[in-house]
């Protein structure tokens, strides 16, 4: 997924929440991606007041009632670094193609995982005669340890599946457990994962009352899709991410008519790191450099992908006329 803004900001990183258990609600905002059909998403994250969950840096939900009925433009080539990005959609189809070689469909129920490392290119296109897209594109913040791995891409069709009387819950990434009539039970994801991470669909059942067990030392929120629910005692529709801190051993979840959800969740994420356009870096430097590659077609950073002639690409938007500067996102407890 690109991030098609014609002139991205420097996504600057305010002071965390402190941490403990929360409740606070943070409402997405539309932004429109441009092309022909005006299509917009809601974008979850990053917000200025919270940047990250975890290392979860960037979530769009599109196709959302309060954004464009449709899948977002057919995306051509664009570069990639410091993140993985994950595609999950609900609805429709994605082919995706890169440049070390990948050429998929994706469809509802399946996983694509894309870990840029270095650098990677690709591009997404809607499948003709598919029907109108819905769904989720995330990104990951790498640690500074792997930014520098080699890129790679995994898709994922049968993923495991956690489920309890009225849960159904898909984990894309991590693991993850709750107590049924027989006990605890858990499963974990074969995504890659570079930080102690979570991410999980969450389909309930009309009436379902569940308690899933989470992992103390992550912090945590919920994003509802349709229908309504109770989390943590508080009740949450589609729309604004529910911020729920950390130091959580469980979460309660209850529904009257049914609804669908995601979770995700992580260790907090106590790197410097600078996003601009479709990169996660660590310095101004980095950032100017891999546009730098991008725009001089640097093929031994971003190789052309096959089936898309070389001019077929997407321009780097050009840098603010100011320098990036980090930001550290730091829970009270580090101060």
Not at 9 to 34: I, K, N, Y
Not at 226 to 248: F, I, M, N
């Amino acid at each position: 997924m690109s991030d098609l803004e014609a002139r991205p900001g420097e996504a600057l990183c305010e002071a965390a929440p402190a941490p403990g258990p929360r409740t606070d609600f943070h409402p997405a905002r539309v932004v429109p991606l441009g092309g022909v059909r005006g299509v917009t998403v809601e974008r979850v994250l990053p917000q200025r007041d919270l940047p990250t969950v975890g290392a979860w840096c960037f979530l769009d939900h599109f196709g959302s009632p309060a954004a464009s009925a449709e899948l977002p433009p057919d995306i051509d080539p664009h570069p990639h670094i410091g993140l993985q990005t994950v595609t999950w959609p609900f609805d429709g189809e994605i082919r995706h193609r890169d440049s070390v070689g990948s050429d998929v469909r994706i469809e509802p129920g399946q996983l694509n995982l894309m870990t840029s490392g270095r650098g990677i290119a690709h591009s997404e296109y809607t499948v003709p005669g598919a029907p109108a897209g819905h769904g989720l594109q995330f990104w990951i913040a790498l640690p500074g340890s792997h930014t520098g791995i080699e890129p790679h891409f995994e898709q994922h069709r049968d993923l495991p599946v956690l489920a309890l009387p009225g849960l159904r819950a898909t984990v894309l990434i991590g693991s993850l457990s709750a107590t049924g009539p027989d006990g605890p039970r858990g499963v974990t994801s074969p995504a890659i994962a570079y930080t102690p991470i979570v991410g999980a669909d969450l389909r309930l059942d009309p009436g379902a009352e569940i308690e899933l067990t989470l992992t103390p030392e992550f912090e945590h929120a919920l994003l509802v899709i349709d229908g309504e629910l109770t989390a943590a005692g508080t009740a949450v529709r589609p729309g604004p991410l529910l911020y729920l801190g950390s130091d959580r051993a469980a979460l309660s979840l209850a529904t009257e008519r049914g609804a669908h959800a995601v979770l995700i969740g992580g260790e907090p994420f106590g790197e410097d790191l600078v996003m601009w356009w479709n990169f996660v870096g660590r310095s101004h430097e980095e950032i100017v450099a891999a546009r730098n590659d991008w725009e001089n077609r640097d093929l031994g950073r971003f190789p052309g992908i096959a089936g898309h002639p070389p001019e077929q690409r997407i321009p780097a938007p050009p840098l603010p006329n100011l320098r990036l500067q980090p930001r550290k996102r730091r829970l009270a407890r580090d101060s």
